[in-house]
């Protein structure tokens, strides 16, 4: 796939504000939502930021009484001309990395901090977690991936990043990185199963109910990108707590994958919300999946409990 083809990054935040019908003007005609839209149904333009004109994908929003509203926007790497890009903030040129918005004023959204990788890396994944109660700090922390694609959508240098960001509104040059996540334990599932991440460190989500960070990356032993599970109830001690993949993901599956393959039809199967054994980590929302050949296939790859395979077995939960 073309380099530019992996996705549409846009230089600006838009912020719409929605409402049940269109604003209606003095002469009680609707007014335009924005006129450089094509068509607007529902909302309507308040305000934007170029974000220094940095290439984006994955915007993140967090608003509440006491922390406020702010966004927190993941970029790609710069593959529009390769280089750094003038951070007006610090005064220095920066890699794409992470943009911090405050948006308590729609109208006039401020970037009070960016947080930039050390080379060209794509960082589209960011999530965040507040008044954090796990490490008993209270404190604000964020995540995001950090990978350097070299050919495609596989890449080298691939890691997880977590960084304190309690001082945002105040301080942000205190923002810091505490902990890094660049794979699983060695021969975890298997002799040479499991280690540094390999393919991508693709993005992820951080529970604040449950401390644990779901996260898409490739590692030894599989085909493609599986789901792992992180503990990182205490952040500056990340600690691995296992991993899903559907069948014939892992290598040596050769009779799922044969399985797979010999399929003629899709079906879609509805998995969630997935919860381990040891303890409880629960996505809460339903996931759900397009499996190639699922029909075909023996029934007992495709019902809901054993849709995903996990060093934890997966189960199902109502409710």
Same mark, same amino acid.
């Given at each position: ?30 007014? #335009?939502? !924005? /006129?450089?839209?094509? @068509? ?9 930021? *170029?974000?220094? %004109? =940095? ?113 945002? #509104?105040? !301080? /942000?040059?205190?923002? @810091? ?9 060695? *021969?975890?599932? %298997? =002799? ?128």
């Amino acid at each position: 796939m073309p380099r530019l083809g992996r996705g549409i990054a846009l230089a600006s935040v838009l912020l719409l504000l929605a409402s049940c019908r269109p604003t209606p003007t003095a002469g009680g005609e609707p007014s #335009a939502a !924005d /006129p450089r839209a094509e @068509s607007a149904a529902n909302v309507r333009l308040v305000g934007h930021h *170029d974000l220094q %004109g =940095r290439e984006s994908l994955v915007v993140t929003t967090l608003s509440d009484p006491a922390n406020g509203s702010w966004v927190y926007v993941g970029h790609h790497e710069s593959y529009w001309d390769g280089k750094p890009k003038l951070n007006p903030i610090t005064g220095r040129e920066e890699w794409n990395g992470t943009s911090i918005l405050d948006v308590d004023d729609p109208a006039s959204p401020r970037l009070v901090w960016h947080i930039p990788n050390e080379a060209d890396r794509n960082s589209r994944s960011v999530s965040a977690v507040y008044d954090y109660t796990f490490d008993g700090s209270g404190r604000d922390y964020l995540i995001r991936n950090s990978e350097a694609l070299t050919e495609g959508e596989t890449g080298m240098d691939l890691k997880y990043q977590i960084f304190d960001i309690t001082d945002r #509104a105040t !301080d /942000p040059s205190k923002i @810091s990185l505490v902990a890094e996540i660049t794979g699983t334990p060695p *021969d975890s599932c %298997g =002799r040479g199963c499991g280690g540094r991440f390999i393919l991508r460190a693709h993005k992820g989500w951080w529970s604040p109910d449950t401390g644990y960070f779901y996260a898409a990356s490739g590692e030894p032993g599989f085909r493609n990108v599986i789901v792992q599970i992180f503990d990182l109830r205490n952040p500056r001690e990340p600690r691995f707590i296992g991993r899903s993949w559907l069948p014939g993901l892992k290598q040596g599956e050769l009779r799922a994958a044969a399985e797979l393959r010999a399929g003629s039809a899709a079906a879609d199967v509805r998995v969630g919300p997935l919860c381990g054994s040891q303890r409880e980590f629960c996505t809460r929302l339903p996931v759900r999946i397009a499996v190639l050949g699922a029909r075909s296939a023996p029934n007992r790859y495709w019902q809901p409990a054993k849709g995903l395979r996990g060093d934890i077995t997966p189960r199902l939960r109502s409710g």
